[in-house]
């Protein structure tokens, strides 16, 4: 599950930390490769994290350090930073994932890129098509192509080292160039605001002030039913903006 991308009710906190969550069920797909899993993506602006519930599997990373694969079984915690593209395996068939995802808003805002082909990435239209998947078989497809992107990708870097990924990381920059501006008020709103929150409680508590805690309530969120074709696997959302006292 996820949380919605909505900025929430005015006067309902947001969810702790400004952050996304997702109950994610891995693609289990074969591959072209014999592989199962998700769609190779990296994301712009944001951090990620998987905590695994089941099943075992791998991530594959291509970053700075070059190509690695991180095995994942229940109970492993492993998080990555802006830029890194990853690549999820479902080795068991049934990975699940609590995903954890850095600055709610922007991943849903269009943060992530897919690792298509060059002359996709370097098409905005023909990305957007490529990347819409509302249904299995586009969500099929839209994972095989940024696979045959991924494949070019991982050649480049064991080829190249490292440094070659800043071919993909200046198509991606240019991708989410005109909707970056946009984000800074989704920023503003959620995990700004919610530090410049804290900041004044911090500087209430030094002087022995406890008003804000006079405000404490318990809030939740509804599921919203179905499911949806994430990057990666199938997505459960969560209505943040219907967020409510409980």
Do not use: I, K
Not at 34 to 61: C, D, I, K, N
């Amino acid at each position: 599950m996820r949380l919605s991308a909505g900025a929430g009710v005015p006067g309902v906190e947001a969810f702790p930390g400004a952050v996304g969550l997702s109950a994610l069920r891995v693609y289990d797909w074969p591959a072209a490769d014999g592989l199962r899993g998700g769609s190779p993506h990296l994301h712009t602006a944001s951090a990620e994290g998987y905590a695994v519930l089941g099943g075992t599997g791998a991530v594959q990373t291509l970053s700075a350090a070059g190509y690695a694969e991180h095995p994942l079984a229940a109970g492993a915690l492993l998080w990555f930073t802006p830029g890194t593209v990853h690549r999820l395996v479902n080795t068991s068939g049934d990975l699940r994932l609590l995903v954890v995802m850095q600055n709610a808003g922007l991943p849903e805002a269009g943060d992530a890129v897919l690792t298509f082909p060059a002359d996709v990435l370097a098409d905005p239209g023909a990305y957007a098509a490529a990347a819409r998947a509302g249904t299995e078989e586009e969500a099929r497809r839209r994972r095989d192509l940024a696979l045959a992107g991924y494949a070019h990708w991982c050649e480049r870097v064991a080829a190249e080292g490292p440094g070659a990924l800043a071919d993909l990381h200046a198509a991606a920059a240019r991708l989410v160039a005109p909707r970056a501006g946009g984000w800074r008020e989704l920023w503003r709103q959620r995990p700004l605001a919610q530090a410049e929150r804290t900041g004044e409680h911090l500087h209430a508590l030094a002087a022995a002030d406890p008003a804000h805690l006079a405000g404490a309530r318990v809030l939740s969120a509804d599921a919203v039913p179905g499911e949806r074709f994430g990057m990666c696997g199938r997505l459960s959302v969560w209505d943040l903006d219907g967020a409510r006292e409980a």
